[in-house]
Structures are given as structure tokens and as C-alpha cells.
């Protein structure tokens, strides 16, 4: 076991892995953060994306000791402590762009990451953009239409 | 996953020792070795992590080339490249998606050296010069079949070192569930030479058109390639995304594109 130390979603944390330990069995499962989820497993889906120091990461193709010192922010952190929405958060709820849900954490971490490299885009460049983030339900035209709600409530 | 120790050096040399030492792996990006890791296909003793090393990380302009270290990401080489070396900036920032592009890194993408990666296109394309912790390796000699270079065990590259093209393109037919290239080429003038590399089609992995590279050379036009048999189809990879002899036609059409795309 090792002594990892990090930032998740604004708070210290200090804990011990095993060095194999994926970065989102860690969130998960040692810090009970949920809401980060493992779809495919194989680094194609996007739903465990997170952002670490800042730059989206997928959560399953990296061990939790690369993370070591890093500050890592999930879905969780997206929303304010009093639970009110993010903007981006917001936008997906107003402009249905979920079905089942499953995909939308990762989905919401990446458009969230492209707004701030873009805060402008346009619909071919949020499609091309969220071409890591899998949806089994299709409900991308919803996805997209959220993504540029949310750069418009941005300002 | 199978347990492993992990390790992260400050530098070449200590990674370098760390490599010898036992039944060890390098860590880059871990965009591939990861996933392999995932799947038990892989069983290191321990991973040398390399993100530790902040001599890899970095891109450096000289007079008509540029050196790329090896543990820059592919989105760093996208951003930065893209005025200067706009037909690199093009290949890394089309590689994977934005995930994978803040994380995987051309030494670890050319140390792997997957058959259908877009980064060996380039680096031969432009026949750039794989720098290690012990040698510089012209790209001819670096690229030996799937999977295989010219690395040591205990070898780490450093840095890429690129002739900057008076033209380049690369012109790649993604394969659409991973991203990779069904069939990618590089195109690139240097002087009177023109480089044509492919990735994704053959079964030895990146290898030089030089029916085309001498076509090209007489009339650099797409109109030159058209002329062209296709490679080999018996040469060319077939599994369930294509065919060899369609993988052999798109290399043809491939090549017309970035020839186009060159100006």
C-alpha cells in the first residue's frame, strides 16, 4: 500500500492504495463519490471522465497514484455545496439532455472542459468535442443543444 | 489488474535504473499500457512513471526543426504547434479524443508503436530522428514491425526531433469505435524529397510508399498518385473493419488527400 494525498472537489484528502488502484475505483469506492461511473471499461465511453489539475482525464485509465498531489474535481464538485445546479448541470436538466443518465456525469465533465478551452462553440465543434463520450441512448441532439445552452448562459 | 510497485523518478538516469532492476515497465500518458494492464495482458513487477521527469515535458523551436519531448501530451503538441508545425498540430490533435489527448504522449505512442497509431506516420513521414537517454535513431531504423522498435528494454526516449516540412499533411480514415486509423498517411516535401507514410494498413505496421514518395517526387500532384497501383493487398492488415485490398484502395485515396491537403 502506498500514501497517496490529493484535492477532490475542493477538499484534502489523504489515503492509502494499493498502486493498481484505478483513480475511479478510489473516488468510488474509498471516497463513496458515485457519481463518477465506469461504463465501458475499455477507455472509449467517456462516463468516468473527471477533470484533473484542470484538463478532462477518464478516471478508469489512470491509477489513483498518477493522481497523487493533484487536484481532481467529479461531477460532485459541479454543483454548489447548497446543491443548486451548475450552469452546465442546469442546462442538461432544462434542455432534457439525459435519458437514462448514465452517460451524463462524464458528458457534463466534458462539455464543462470544453467551455472553458471554447467558451463559444459551435454544434460541430461540441460534437466534435464529445466524440470520447459515448450516450447508448442517442440522446446527443438533446446533449448538444444543452452544451450550447450552457455557452450562451455563460455569456 | 495484476498487482504491481509503482515508482516515480525525478529523472532519465533513476528511471533508467528503475528499468533495470526488476520486471519493470515504463508508465507515460498509460493511454494504451493501462487498458492492457486492465485486460492482464501485461504483468509488470512495477510501472516507472515518467510524468515525474520534467526534462521529457516541453516543445523547442531550433532553425528547421522542432523537438518535441517525449513526454509532452498530445493536446500540449495540438496547442502549441498549431502556427508553426500545423500539420503535427493537425495529427495530435486528431488522435483519440480530448481525454486521451491530456494524458497520452508521443514517447509512449512511439515506444508502443501500435500498427494503427497515428504518431509513427509522422515521425517517419518527416523521417524525424527518436531521441533516447543513449542514442539518437533515425526513424528508418527505429520502426521494426508490430509492436517492435529499435528501443533497449531498459531504453527511454527523450525527445522527437522533427525537420520542420516546407509542406505536410496527414490524412487519416478514423476507425470510428477507437479512434485509431483504419489507414493514415503522412505526406511531407523536404527539399527535393518527398516522404509518404503509412499507418494502419500494413501488417509489418508504418511503412514507406516509395512508388509513391518517386511519383510524387516528379509531379507533386494527386493527379501523380491516381497513375499508381495501390500496394500489395496481400501485405495490407485484414480483420473485421476491412479488408486488405480495401485497406490497400484507401491508402491510394489517402495519399491523394494529404497530397491535396499539402497546397
Redesign the interface.
Same mark, same amino acid.
Not at chain 1, 15 to 27: D, I, Q, S
Not at chain 1, 99 to 116: D, E, I, N, R, Y
Not at chain 1, 124 to 141: P, Q, S, V
Given at each position: 500500500m =502506498?500514501e497517496i494525498s490529493m484535492t477532490v472537489n475542493g477538499k484534502p484528502v489523504t489515503a492509502e492504495v494499493?498502486?493498481?488502484t484505478?483513480l475511479v475505483t478510489f473516488l468510488r469506492e474509498q471516497l463513496g463519490l458515485t457519481g463518477t461511473h465506469v461504463g465501458c471499461? /475499455?477507455?472509449?465511453c467517456?462516463a468516468c471522465?473527471v477533470h484533473v489539475d484542470g =484538463?478532462?482525464?477518464?478516471s478508469c /485509465?489512470?491509477?489513483a =497514484?498518477?493522481a497523487d498531489g493533484a487536484e481532481v474535481v467529479t461531477i460532485e464538485g459541479m454543483a454548489a455545496p447548497d446543491g443548486t445546479l451548475g450552469v452546465v448541470q442546469q442546462a442538461f436538466q432544462d434542455h432534457h439532455g439525459l435519458q437514462c443518465g448514465f452517460c451524463t456525469p462524464g458528458m457534463v465533465m466534458?462539455a464543462a472542459?470544453?467551455l472553458k478551452e471554447n467558451p463559444d462553440p459551435s454544434e460541430e465543434e461540441i460534437r466534435a468535442?464529445l466524440?470520447?463520450?459515448l450516450c447508448r441512448c442517442t440522446g446527443y441532439h438533446n446533449i448538444v443543444k444543452a452544451v450550447r445552452a450552457a455557452a450562451e448562459a455563460m455569456g | 489488474?495484476?498487482?504491481?510497485?509503482?515508482v516515480?523518478p525525478k529523472t532519465v538516469e533513476e528511471a533508467v535504473a528503475a528499468l533495470r532492476e526488476s520486471e519493470a515497465k515504463a508508465?507515460a500518458g498509460?493511454?494504451t499500457l493501462?487498458?492492457t494492464?486492465?485486460q492482464r495482458l501485461a504483468a509488470p513487477e512495477k510501472?516507472v512513471?515518467l510524468?515525474g521527469i520534467e526534462a521529457l515535458k516541453g516543445i523547442r523551436m531550433g532553425d528547421g526543426v522542432v523537438e518535441i519531448g517525449a513526454g509532452t501530451t498530445h493536446?500540449t503538441v495540438a496547442r502549441e504547434l498549431a502556427g508553426s508545425v500545423p500539420a503535427l498540430a493537425a495529427l495530435a490533435g486528431d488522435i483519440?479524443?480530448?481525454?486521451?489527448r491530456?494524458?497520452g504522449t508521443i514517447g509512449g505512442s512511439l515506444a508502443n508503436n501500435d500498427p494503427s497509431a497515428d504518431w509513427p506516420a509522422a515521425v517517419l513521414g518527416t523521417g524525424a530522428t527518436v531521441v533516447t537517454d543513449r542514442r539518437e535513431i533515425a526513424a528508418d531504423d527505429f520502426f521494426q514491425g508490430l509492436f517492435t522498435t529499435a528501443l533497449e528494454e531498459d531504453e527511454i526516449i527523450t525527445a522527437v526531433r522533427f525537420p520542420i516540412p516546407e509542406a505536410a499533411a496527414y490524412a487519416k480514415f478514423d476507425q470510428p469505435?477507437?479512434?485509431f486509423a483504419l489507414v493514415g498517411v503522412f505526406v511531407a516535401r523536404l527539399g527535393g524529397d518527398v516522404r509518404v507514410a503509412v499507418t494502419g494498413a500494413s501488417e509489418n505496421g508504418v511503412f514507406r510508399w516509395q512508388e509513391a514518395e518517386a511519383a510524387l517526387e516528379a509531379d507533386f500532384s494527386p493527379a501523380a498518385v491516381e497513375a499508381l497501383a495501390p500496394p500489395p493487398a496481400e501485405e495490407m492488415i485484414s480483420d473485421l473493419h476491412g479488408a486488405g485490398d480495401y485497406r490497400a484502395h484507401l491508402v491510394k485515396v489517402m495519399t491523394k488527400r494529404a497530397v491535396a491537403a499539402c497546397g
Amino acid at each position: 500500500m =502506498v500514501e497517496i494525498s490529493m484535492t477532490v472537489n475542493g477538499k484534502p484528502v489523504t489515503a492509502e492504495v494499493e498502486p493498481r488502484t484505478l483513480l475511479v475505483t478510489f473516488l468510488r469506492e474509498q471516497l463513496g463519490l458515485t457519481g463518477t461511473h465506469v461504463g465501458c471499461d /475499455t477507455s472509449q465511453c467517456g462516463a468516468c471522465n473527471v477533470h484533473v489539475d484542470g =484538463v478532462l482525464a477518464k478516471s478508469c /485509465t489512470m491509477l489513483a =497514484v498518477e493522481a497523487d498531489g493533484a487536484e481532481v474535481v467529479t461531477i460532485e464538485g459541479m454543483a454548489a455545496p447548497d446543491g443548486t445546479l451548475g450552469v452546465v448541470q442546469q442546462a442538461f436538466q432544462d434542455h432534457h439532455g439525459l435519458q437514462c443518465g448514465f452517460c451524463t456525469p462524464g458528458m457534463v465533465m466534458s462539455a464543462a472542459a470544453l467551455l472553458k478551452e471554447n467558451p463559444d462553440p459551435s454544434e460541430e465543434e461540441i460534437r466534435a468535442f464529445l466524440e470520447g463520450n459515448l450516450c447508448r441512448c442517442t440522446g446527443y441532439h438533446n446533449i448538444v443543444k444543452a452544451v450550447r445552452a450552457a455557452a450562451e448562459a455563460m455569456g | 489488474m495484476y498487482a504491481f510497485e509503482f515508482v516515480k523518478p525525478k529523472t532519465v538516469e533513476e528511471a533508467v535504473a528503475a528499468l533495470r532492476e526488476s520486471e519493470a515497465k515504463a508508465l507515460a500518458g498509460g493511454q494504451t499500457l493501462i487498458p492492457t494492464l486492465k485486460q492482464r495482458l501485461a504483468a509488470p513487477e512495477k510501472l516507472v512513471s515518467l510524468a515525474g521527469i520534467e526534462a521529457l515535458k516541453g516543445i523547442r523551436m531550433g532553425d528547421g526543426v522542432v523537438e518535441i519531448g517525449a513526454g509532452t501530451t498530445h493536446a500540449t503538441v495540438a496547442r502549441e504547434l498549431a502556427g508553426s508545425v500545423p500539420a503535427l498540430a493537425a495529427l495530435a490533435g486528431d488522435i483519440g479524443d480530448p481525454a486521451v489527448r491530456n494524458r497520452g504522449t508521443i514517447g509512449g505512442s512511439l515506444a508502443n508503436n501500435d500498427p494503427s497509431a497515428d504518431w509513427p506516420a509522422a515521425v517517419l513521414g518527416t523521417g524525424a530522428t527518436v531521441v533516447t537517454d543513449r542514442r539518437e535513431i533515425a526513424a528508418d531504423d527505429f520502426f521494426q514491425g508490430l509492436f517492435t522498435t529499435a528501443l533497449e528494454e531498459d531504453e527511454i526516449i527523450t525527445a522527437v526531433r522533427f525537420p520542420i516540412p516546407e509542406a505536410a499533411a496527414y490524412a487519416k480514415f478514423d476507425q470510428p469505435a477507437s479512434r485509431f486509423a483504419l489507414v493514415g498517411v503522412f505526406v511531407a516535401r523536404l527539399g527535393g524529397d518527398v516522404r509518404v507514410a503509412v499507418t494502419g494498413a500494413s501488417e509489418n505496421g508504418v511503412f514507406r510508399w516509395q512508388e509513391a514518395e518517386a511519383a510524387l517526387e516528379a509531379d507533386f500532384s494527386p493527379a501523380a498518385v491516381e497513375a499508381l497501383a495501390p500496394p500489395p493487398a496481400e501485405e495490407m492488415i485484414s480483420d473485421l473493419h476491412g479488408a486488405g485490398d480495401y485497406r490497400a484502395h484507401l491508402v491510394k485515396v489517402m495519399t491523394k488527400r494529404a497530397v491535396a491537403a499539402c497546397g
